[in-house]
């Protein structure tokens, strides 16, 4: 299977890649979507195409909303190719970020490693989730969903990283970590990565860059 997420992922490095270099200012949110789909091809099977105030609602398909400066756009995006799915984000800003934004960005970064940090065989969900979690003071309260989930023939699958859910993970299992805020009515931001279980820890196999530079259109 990791040779399969692996390749499969070129999918999501495309998209990603074909935003970043093919967005313009007056585009909306589909307009953002057939970009990616332009660029990969029918494999795109789900997402998140949330810009703008949307972005503060998690989730949602795209939009003709279009994006403007200080937006940010959450970009949840699943492919599926050769039985395996494949489930990334990034979050682009438009224009300069804010202050607020840029704190809130590096928050939620450093939760991911939180939980890279304990990703391991034999380790309980919950304490992933709880890893996520610490990371997110002072706004714990605006993360309100999974810190990630098992994926694979399925593009969520147990266990979720969940306070309730004690179930162990195992060597060879693709995870996800997708810690996100969100401000209600405002703006949202998430980042989320694809990892094998190993043994003794995980390995990344989105390796992406995250820099907040790379995502300012």
């Known amino acids: 299977m990791t040779e399969k997420i ?22 909306s949110e589909i307009d953002v979507k057939n970009l990616i789909i332009s660029a990969c091809g029918d494999s795109l099977v789900s997402g998140d195409f949330v810009g703008g105030v949307r972005s503060s609602f998690i989730e949602g398909d795209a939009t003709d909303y279009i994006l403007k400066d200080g937006d940010t756009l959450i970009l949840d995006i699943q492919f599926f190719e050769n039985g395996i799915y494949t489930d ?37 969900a919950c304490d992933v989730y709880k890893a996520v979690k610490t990371q997110m003071l002072p706004f714990e309260k605006n993360f309100p969903h999974h810190a990630g989930h ?12 969940l ?54 259109l």
């Open 6 to 27: 692996k390749n499969a992922l070129r999918l999501n490095r495309m998209a990603y890649d074909a935003v970043r270099n093919g967005f313009k200012r007056g585009m």
């Open 88 to 124: 990334t984000t990034r979050t682009f800003f438009i224009g300069e970020p804010t202050e607020e934004q840029k704190e809130a960005y590096n928050i939620v970064c450093n939760a991911k490693s939180a939980g890279e940090a304990v990703l391991s065989a034999g380790v309980r």
């Open 150 to 161: 098992q994926l694979g023939v399925e593009p969520v699958m147990q266990p979720q990283f």
């Open 163 to 216: 306070p309730e859910k004690r179930a162990l993970l195992k060597k060879d299992m693709v995870v996800t970590l997708e810690p996100g805020l969100y401000f209600e009515n405002r703006f949202g931001i998430r980042v989320e990565d694809n990892y094998i279980i190993t043994e003794n820890g995980s390995v990344n196999l989105f390796d992406y860059t995250l820099n907040i530079e790379d995502f300012i």
